[in-house]
């Protein structure tokens, strides 16, 4: 039975409940270090030429690359808060201890992608003749591509996560799978969040320190749910689930979108 995007938050509300600090804590710590550590890249990178713009770029990606790391450790920490299992700031270093390089992989295949399709608008804004028209549309074009990227490949952190002899390609093409049939509910969860974020922007984004947990949290929530773990009486873990579970939910959505 699949859950709806209210009852995933009302989930993550509950779970949340009495356990903000922690994961409030962990983002506000892993925002504020890639703040700072994106300004000083940008500040000390010549921004007048083409090299420099994409040289730019390409630190930043890569510093978002690095960063991503911690944040799939903050995604396990909101696992284990949703699954009543102990939790802490140590769950911050958990992927530098499991592999770390299969994420790293997956990283490096949307960082490609995402460096490919945000380069033409890079090249554009250092040209002054070209139509603002011109720049819009690409970096629509761009923005689309990111979605599109998270429909399909929205899961495989929380696959890594749980299944440590997973390598990078077989979570991609697991997330791929398990996505069928659910890519329109994960695109409407997201896109329901944006009234929150439009008032925590009005807070000069103060209000960020609450809704990027409870977003954690209910995309956590979001990926149990697929794979039927939401529905076991015990709160089985994902490793303890037979594979047949997770089959049987894609073959039950494969015609959906």
Known sequence: MKHT?????????KDLDGNWGL???ANLILGIAGFVVIFLTSFFSDSTTTVGVITSEFLSY?????ISLFAAGITKMALNISRKEAFSMKDM????????DRFLIVGLVIVAISFVTGMPVMVMSMNSNIPASFIIFFSL???VITVI?????????????DHPEMGAI???KESIRLMKGNKGRYLYITLSFLPLAFLSVLTCYIGFIWLIPYIDMTMANFYRDII???NTPDNTTTNEIPAMTIEQNSNQNETDF
């Open 93 to 100: 270093l958990y992927v530098f201890h499991h592999n770390a």
């Open 228 to 230: 039927g773990e939401l």
């Open 149 to 161: 990227i998270d429909l399909f490949l929205g899961l495989t952190t929380y696959l890594l996560l």
């Open 170 to 172: 077989d979570s991609i």
């Open 141 to 143: 074009f761009d923005i």
């Open 5 to 13: 995007s209210a009852q995933l938050k009302a989930f993550a509300r």
């Open 23 to 25: 994961p409030m804590a």
């Open 62 to 66: 890569a510093v978002s690359l690095f």
